[in-house]
């Protein structure tokens, strides 16, 4: 079956850079969109970011666009996000997912979640 695994969150002051990592296994990752999610106590999980089976297409959020980079390296079955200029209000649980087509938009429902990674940002 589809395993999403985060690593990479932690403690980091305001305007500090993190870089998120997501291990994909249980199918052929190129095949499929990634994305990634993030969700802070009593809130809804809301987008922060797409990107499509090739890489060549991404969709931001427009609270991280400028500061987010999602990648993806399909020979490593693996996506990324290297975040900069983080912000005390990015602070959340962040989370891996997966959609069983080949793209993926701005409220494109996925169909595989990772547990996730706290990233706290201190001011």
């Known amino acids: 079956q589809v395993q999403l695994v985060e690593s990479g969150g932690g403690l980091v002051q305001a305007g500090g850079s993190l870089r998120l990592s997501c291990a994909a296994s249980?199918?052929?990752?190129?095949?499929?969109?990634m994305g990634w999610f993030r969700q802070t106590p009593g809130k809804e999980r809301v987008f922060v970011a797409t990107?499509?089976?090739?890489?060549?297409?991404?969709y931001y959020a427009t609270s991280v666009k400028g500061r987010f980079t999602i990648s993806r390296d399909n020979a490593k079955n693996a996506v990324y996000l290297e975040m900069n200029s983080l912000k005390p209000e990015d602070t959340a649980v962040y989370y891996c997912?997966?959609?069983?087509?080949?793209?993926?938009?701005?409220?494109?429902?996925?169909?595989?979640w990772g547990k996730g990674t706290l990233v706290t940002v201190s001011s």
């Open positions: 990107i499509s089976s090739s890489g060549a297409t991404t």
């Open positions: 997912a997966q959609r069983n087509v080949a793209w993926a938009t701005t409220t494109t429902a996925m169909d595989y």
């Open positions: 249980g199918r052929t990752f190129s095949n499929y969109a």
